[in-house]
């Protein structure tokens, strides 16, 4: 963490991007979305208990409500990157209204079965997938700079404030009115959300270049993440902490049924616990951040979840349950908001959208594979069992903090310079390539190995930034002559390429151009490939790359 976020942690406060209306209005219009699926989750998850009474089954609403999020959450953050994020959003929450109304008319018509009580939570999980990464890489967007990590936080908060309410409304509604109730009040809770939505006058963004194929976005997005050092640390400690501590929502049921004797009330209060103690945990990462290393922190925190959890799994008293709950859910807050904080600040605009969405596979993922893991060894050795484990496992994690040490996070802001256009000779269009470019360095040979370190950080800001194959040669008969090399596939990918490093890269690149020691400046040249067979010369048709003669008189 560097010396000036202390400072800015100290000076603001959690609520002051609250001072901003549309902030606000969203905040306010998801904390009801929030309280209406987290009260669909608990009619979900009784439903399946009274429908099958099986572990496995209970344990797998979890997965068939995370699974979409795993399975589409790159795709949609490419999506959020490249178009509006407000018509993303809003037709993200219309999938996920008409799977929770779907639900709820199978149910009023008596043909809930497992099968489709699965299907609808899928549905009602693809929306959410959706329209996630377009919601939080929008949050840039609604706070000033200087307050997204409280911003960040607040969204958490609106979560877990429903997480601590919600199921304990959603127990008390299924046990007075029937699953149906909670069901239906999912229906009209996404109703403040779309409102607001549409309402939102999102200046467009201007861009000159048409916007990347998905699949091509796809790609662009893990491969910023995976030459990140410090996204693919936070993206493999979160998935590492999501697939061990996925027990404790994916068993609360059977936590409620089985080791305490309880009904769904006593169900919708635990994990009100839980909820409770996440806000807890999201009100203090603030002055945890500004007191404590993240690498500390992360330890510490993953070491109490861990002893949570061992305590779960052995009490029989719910009161003992409930507290270690809250304990557990603030410092299981306290981890995911410090990953969600590090990887939003650690990713610059162009790829915010889908480096939020790895963070959010990571998560889901973990919360998917592990809450059928954990729900699989429970049905086989009691749910009792499974906690232990799981705790246990919680506290071996933290040897991971050995060799994934959680990053020093400095914000990637876009370079304030603007880009110079380039004169092209040939007629080239966007699908034109792929273009190779070459830049020429002269450094003196006693500053070679200095000058060789410092463009070794190039590497990996050329490969994050979209240009493949990069290479550095040094010429054998005149030794001063160094020539960087990479590609990319086409001539807008090229564009894209040259307007994505950020002030941090740019910095890099002048610490190398430092040991450049030429008359002028570095040459750089741009060309265009042609790999053997792809150009097919016919007579009559002239080159638009050459400049042809006046027709002369006849």
């Not at 890489?137 to 700079?145: L, M």
């Not at 925190?301 to 959890?309: I, K, R, S």
């Not at 941090?504 to 040249?525: E, Q, S, T």
């Amino acid at each position: 963490m560097a010396e000036g976020d202390n400072e800015l942690i100290a000076r603001s406060g959690a609520f002051e991007p609250l001072r901003e209306p549309l902030f606000r209005r969203i905040w306010i219009a998801s904390l009801f979305s929030n309280f209406g699926q987290l009260i669909q989750s608990v009619g979900a998850a009784w439903a399946m208990t009274q429908l099958t009474g099986r572990a496995d089954m209970v344990a797998l609403v979890q997965t068939a409500t995370f699974a979409p999020l795993m399975l589409i959450s790159l795709p949609a953050g490419a999506i959020a990157d490249s178009y509006d994020r407000r018509k993303i959003a809003l037709f993200a929450l219309g999938i996920a209204i008409s799977g929770a109304a779907g639900l709820s008319l199978i149910t009023m018509f008596g043909l809930l079965t497992p099968g489709l009580l699965l299907l609808f939570c899928m549905i009602v999980g693809t929306g959410t997938a959706l329209f996630s990464p377009a919601w939080q890489a929008s949050v840039g967007e609604q706070v000033p700079p200087n307050a997204l990590p409280q911003a960040i936080a607040l969204n958490s908060i609106s979560y877990n404030i429903a997480r601590s309410f919600g199921p304990a409304i959603g127990g008390i509604l299924v046990a007075l009115a029937g699953v149906l109730a909670a069901f239906t009040f999912n229906s009209f809770a996404y109703l403040p959300m779309i409102l607001v939505m549409f309402l939102w006058r999102r200046p467009p963004e201007k861009s000159r270049l048409p916007p990347e194929a998905l699949g091509r976005a796809i790609i662009s997005g893990v491969r910023y993440a995976f030459h990140s050092p410090p996204i693919r640390t936070v993206w493999l400690r979160t998935l590492i902490v999501s697939l061990i501590g996925s027990s404790v929502p994916a068993l609360m049921p059977l936590i409620s049924r089985e080791l305490l004797g309880g009904e769904a009330s006593l169900y919708g209060i635990l994990l009100g616990c839980f909820g409770g103690g996440a806000v807890i945990g999201a009100l203090a990462i603030g002055r945890v951040r500004a007191a404590v290393s993240d690498q500390r922190t992360m330890a510490l925190c993953v070491g109490f979840a861990g002893l949570g959890m061992i305590g779960v799994g052995a009490s029989r008293i719910a009161l003992l349950t409930g507290l270690l709950l809250i304990a557990t859910g603030a410092a299981w807050m306290v981890v995911v908001a410090l990953c969600t904080i590090s990887m939003q600040l650690s990713s610059p605009r162009w790829v915010t959208g889908r480096a939020l969405a790895a963070f959010t596979t990571a998560v889901t993922a973990g919360m998917a594979i592990g809450g059928w893991g954990w729900g699989y060894i429970a049905a086989i050795h009691g749910t009792d069992v499974a906690m232990l484990g799981s705790g246990a496992a919680m506290l071996v994690s933290i040897g991971a903090g050995l060799v994934l040490r959680m990053p020093e996070i400095e914000e990637q802001r876009d370079r304030d310079m603007p880009l110079v256009d380039l004169d092209a000779g040939l007629d080239l269009t966007g699908r034109s390539g792929p273009i190779v470019v070459t830049i020429e360095y002269r450094v003196a040979t006693d500053q070679a190995r200095a000058f060789y370190r410092a463009m070794l950080d190039m590497e990996s800001i050329r490969h994050r930034t979209g240009g493949y194959s990069w290479s550095l040669s040094r010429d054998i008969g005149d030794p001063e002559l160094w020539i960087e090399r990479y590609h990319a596939p086409t001539w807008h990918d090229y564009l894209r390429q040259r307007s994505r490093p950020t002030a941090a890269d740019m910095k890099a690149w002048d610490r190398a151009l430092a040991y450049h020691r030429g008359d002028g400046p570095v040459r750089i040249r741009r060309l265009l490939e042609r790999p053997y067979g792809s150009v097919r010369w016919s007579d009559d048709v002239p080159d638009r790359g050459m400049i042809l003669p006046p027709p002369q008189p006849s």
